[in-house]
């Protein structure tokens, strides 16, 4: 493809991916009818996404629009007839064309109404073929309105425990963090102090910071920090998103301490 089609794909603010849908959601052997499901933002950049679901055996060839608004916020994604552009060139805007195949999914991104992050709900609406251009065998499921949660990271220490090198006579503590919320967390630093001594407080190694990039929803990082001999103790605290880089939704739970004998 060339740059300049590239970015005008892009453009477009809107990007959709196509599957099959499951044999349980097929509804009209000998029609078509098209619905919209799975309202709700995109984990990572909080953009609006919604399947577009064909669940009738025939195809949608007929041009249609869905009016989609986001509280306040209105757009229109139009579905047209396939173009070419010069030659072998791709279609531009192919993956907003008709037709849509029976028993076809596509999945719609829509920048342009993107939340922020933990902004609380947010009303949907989508109006599937909003000008009834298609005939369809069920038009009562066109429009669907639903309130979703604005995607919100909330990171924690899931575990501390011993991490044995491999003749059991020195061991580490080997830290588990999660983000346990529903949208991925930008750059966010962990800090982790250790001491191995019997009695007395934290002491700092070289480099107390870890520094992550990201983690999605439900992902998990490891690591080990401090060395101990097996007769001793050794204390550990580990904070995540200590410089509060990051909103989440519970901002209690990101300390742990812990003495591991």
Request: hydrophobic residues 40%.
């Amino acid at each position: 493809m060339r740059p300049h089609v590239f970015a005008f794909l892009l453009l477009f603010g809107a990007s959709l991916s196509a599957q099959r849908i499951d044999v349980t959601e097929r509804r009209f052997p000998n029609a078509i009818d098209l619905t919209a499901t799975k309202l709700g933002f995109d984990s990572r950049t909080g953009a609006l996404v919604f399947d577009l679901v064909n669940r009738g055996g025939v195809a949608a060839t007929t041009p249609f629009k869905i009016d989609v608004v986001r509280d306040a916020l209105r757009t229109t994604v139009e579905f047209s007839a396939p173009s070419m552009h010069g030659g072998n060139e791709p279609r531009i805007g192919f993956t907003r064309n008709v037709p849509i195949d029976p028993y076809e999914r596509r999945h719609v991104v829509l920048t342009d109404l993107k939340v922020d992050q933990c902004s609380a709900g947010h009303t949907i609406s989508v109006s599937v073929d909003s000008g009834n251009a298609v005939a369809e065998a069920d038009e009562k499921n066109n429009q669907v309105q639903q309130t979703v949660m604005a995607p919100c990271p909330d990171l924690t220490v899931v575990s501390i425990g011993k991490n044995w090198n491999n003749l059991h006579t020195e061991y580490g503590a080997e830290v588990t963090i999660k983000n346990q919320g529903t949208g991925s967390v930008g750059r966010f630093n962990v800090f982790a102090v250790t001491s191995n001594q019997l009695t007395g407080i934290f002491t700092l190694p070289d480099t107390p910071f870890r520094t992550y990039e990201t983690l999605g929803p439900g992902e998990t990082a490891k690591f080990t920090v401090g060395n101990a001999l097996a007769v001793e103790k050794m204390w550990v605290r580990v904070v995540v998103d200590m410089p509060n880089w990051n909103k989440e939704s519970d901002e209690n739970n990101n300390e742990m301490r812990k003495t591991l004998n």
